[in-house]
Nanobody, 125 residues
C-alpha cells in the first residue's frame, strides 16, 4: 500500500485545514486508516483512526470536537481540522494497516503497517 498525504500548509490560529490521504496498491477497503502527527522534538502521536468497515472514528482527546476523520470509497481518507491551535503544528502522517479481528489496539505507531511521507501543518498565533 502506498499512501500520499496532502493538504497541509500555514494557517492562523482558529482557522481550518483539510488533509487528504490517497491510498494505492492493494484493496483499500480491507485496511484500517489513521492519522498521526509529530512536532519537533516530540514523539509521534495518535490523532485519529477509522476501521475499514467504517463506523465512528476514534479520536485523541486533544482533537475531539475539532477534527473530523472520514473516508470515501475512492481510496481516500480525510482529516478536517477546525479551530486549529498553535500546538497543533506538526507533520501529519497518514497510516494504514490490514484490518484483522485480533488487532484491537491502534494508538501506537507500532500498531500500523504503512506510512505516508507526511504533510506539514503550521499554525501561527
Amino acid at each position: 500500500v502506498q499512501l500520499q498525504a496532502s493538504g497541509g500548509g500555514l494557517v492562523q490560529a482558529g482557522g481550518s485545514l483539510r488533509l487528504s490521504c490517497a491510498a494505492s496498491g492493494r484493496t483499500f477497503s480491507s485496511y484500517d486508516m489513521g492519522w498521526f502527527r509529530q512536532a519537533p522534538g516530540k514523539e509521534r502521536e495518535f490523532v485519529a483512526a477509522i476501521r475499514w468497515s467504517g463506523g465512528f472514528p476514534d479520536y485523541a482527546d486533544f482533537v475531539k470536537d475539532r477534527f473530523t476523520m472520514s473516508r470515501d470509497n475512492a481510496n481516500t481518507v480525510y482529516l478536517q481540522m477546525n479551530s486549529l491551535k498553535p500546538e497543533d503544528a506538526a507533520v501529519y502522517y497518514c497510516t494504514a494497516r490490514s484490518s484483522v479481528p485480533y488487532r484491537i489496539f491502534w494508538r501506537a505507531s507500532r500498531d500500523w503497517d504503512y506510512w505516508g511521507q507526511g504533510t506539514q501543518v503550521t499554525v501561527s498565533s
